[in-house]
Each structure stands twice: as C-alpha cells, then as structure tokens.
C-alpha cells in the first residue's frame, strides 16, 4: 500500500472526520458547543480507559520485555526537549521563557494521538504491543521537568519548586493514566472484565466526540498562526517529523514490533496540550501561550492526525 | 434592617490560578468567597487556560484593609503576566458582621 492510500485510509476513520468536522462547525461559526463539564468527562474517560487497558496488558507481559522500549522511551522524551530548545533559541531566535515553554510541549506527548494511532493500527489489522500506554505514561512528565529546569537555570527568581512539581505530578492526565496502570495490573484481565463493556466499548465513539472539540479549539487557534511567524509554523511541521523518523527508528532498536514501532514514534512526535499547558502556564508565566498553544494544537496535532501516523508507518515498514 | 458597609472584591482570572488566588485572599484575611465560571474576552485575547477551563469569577466580602491587601497581593503576583481583572465596590451587607 502507497503512502498516499494509507493517508486516505487514515483520514478516512470516523474519529479523524470528527475532527475535522469540528473544525469545519467552528469555521462556519455553527451554534455547536460541547459543554466544558462534559469535555472534562470525556477527557477523564479516555485517559483512565487507557490506563487500564494498559496496566491489564502490562500484568500479562514479561518485565524483560518492557525494560528495554521503556528506556528507550524515557531517552527520546529526556533529549527531545534539550535538543528543541536549543534550535528555538538558536535558530528561531526565541525568549528563554518561550523556547523552554515550546520544549516543554513537544518533548511530552499526546494521548489523543497516541489513540488515533491505535486506531489506524487496527483498521490495517497490524499487532502492536500491549504496554504501549505505560510508554505513553513514562513520556508524559520528563520533557516538562527538563524544560522548566532550563528555564530555571536561565531566569532569576522562579516560584518554589514544590509547587510546579505538584502541578506536574497531581495533575489529572498523570493521576488517572498511573492510576489506571495500577488498577489494571492489580486486577489483571478478570478483574477487569467487569467493567471492559464500559471501557471498552464505547471507547471510539468517546474518541470521536473528543475529537470533535478537540477541532474546533484547533481551529479558534487558526486566526494565531499569524501571530506565531513562518520560523514556528516550520518547527511544528519538520520536528513531528524528525522526531517521528527517530522514534521509529529507536522502537525498532529497542526491540519492539512494527506496529510498536509506529507508536513510538507517533509518541515522539506529538506535543502535549493536555499537561504541559497548565504546568507551564503556572510556572513560566512570561511565556507567550499563543506560541505553544498554536503550534501544539492547531499545527502539530492536525498534522500528526492526518499526515504524521501514516508517513511514520510507511517509514517502519520501509526500514524493517 | 441593620447593614454593614464592606467591600466588596470581585477577582475574573484564568481558571489555572483560580485555586491559588483563593488560597491567598484566605490568608489576607477574607473569611469566604464564592467562584462561578465566566467567560469572555479581555485586552489579552484568547485565555491559555481555555483548554482547561474558562474564566473564573472570585467575590468576597472584606474590610476595606484587606480589600487593599488582596489587590496588592494581585498587582504583585498576577497582574504582570496573567489575564486577571479585579474591582472592589461599596456593598450594604446584611448580617455583615460575619466578614470582618
């Protein structure tokens, strides 16, 4: 299969329509609203629901067989923010608050991606291992740490620590996806049937709904693409790919499966806008967040959904 | 009926200081408040909370030194890098010894 029909095929999934059509409600300025309390319940939903598919299926494999991705895991997320912050301040010219924010979002990852990646798998009926989630949950926090310490070491005068560590750790997407792990893997596969009709089930349809206000945020950022300049509109684009072009590559080092493979990847090249927007927004307030919003939601995120998950699958196939 | 003169302090913040910004008017002083969610639009656009919440609109009800203290406690913590706007106004309370 081309590159360019497994882009059709990928679009072609009801959860990237949705998107899409979120978009599309808010560019004809359509009534259509998705109440906050229930975008809070969704994301809620999704985030424990992969948790505990993946502490059920972490439970069921060998640790032998985790060690190995999970460092590799914990490596791209480590060295992604430094090397990013290096070109924001090099190349793009950028404040240290703002290049630290932008590395923040872009060393961290993104679950939603994460899931249209899962998704895609499946439609092309391609294996992928079990423990993916405890991958996504080990890359959610290190990038944000590694960037507000750079931030640290380049400004005078920061809030205490305690704090921002607070707000990184107890914040929702960490609490539910480890407390997911850890439920999942106490109660293991019969435990966890009693509520996989509830986990399981509905769990694209949730997706899609998501998505579909996931798109129109994207696209309210769309008129502060302007505001953003042509260096940060070329750093969400060609960073996705590098770094899917290395997770991939890593994956595929560490031992893990084609499908694997993909995910890491699709992980290295998604940016945060679930937890890396609200620990940044407390603990490097200088930073501009029409830079990191715009870049992470509305260009990265567009970007990986339709273009990213099939061009990094059609390179793991290329090189393996 | 027997009113008490007090301030009244009406904080609009982004959600993501909300919590802190209750913490800290509870220290100067301020016996209660009440949050409601707001939303709108200010000189700084767009809100980086919206992705995580709106807007927050914090009242309470104070003596007029504390009234004083919270928004100095504003100037110097939020004003500079946050969106936050804040008023106090003369209110006639009932029951207002309860504040102060």
Known sequence: MGTLELIQLNLLSPVVLAFFLGMLATLVRSDLKIPDELYQALSVYLLLAIGLKGGVELAASSPGDFLLPAAGALALASAIPLWSYIILRKVGRLSVPDAAAIAAHYGSVSAVTFLATLAFLSALEIPYEGFLPALLAIMEVPAIIIALVIARANLPGRTSWGEVLHEILAGKSIVLLLGGLAIGYAVGREGFAAVEPFFVTPFHGVLALFLLEMGMVAAQRLPDLRKAGPFLVAFAIVMPVLHGLIGVFVGNWVGLSLGGSVVLGVLSASASYIAAPAAVRLSLPEANPTFYLTTSLAITFPFNLAVGIPLYYAFAKFIL | ?100
């Open chain 2, 1 to 100: 009926m027997d009113l008490k003169l007090l301030k009244l302090v009406t904080i609009v913040a982004e959600a993501v200081i909300s919590d802190k910004i209750v913490r800290e008017i509870k220290e100067l002083g301020a016996t209660g408040y009440t949050i409601t969610a707001a939303e709108g639009q200010g000189s700084r656009g767009v809100r980086a909370s919206e992705w995580e919440g709106k807007n927050m609109r914090i009242e309470t009800l104070v003596g007029e030194a504390v009234s004083e203290a919270i928004l100095q406690m504003l100037a110097t913590h939020y004003f500079p890098n946050y969106a936050v706007v804040a008023y106090v106004e003369d209110v006639r309370v009932v029951r207002g010894d309860k504040y102060v």
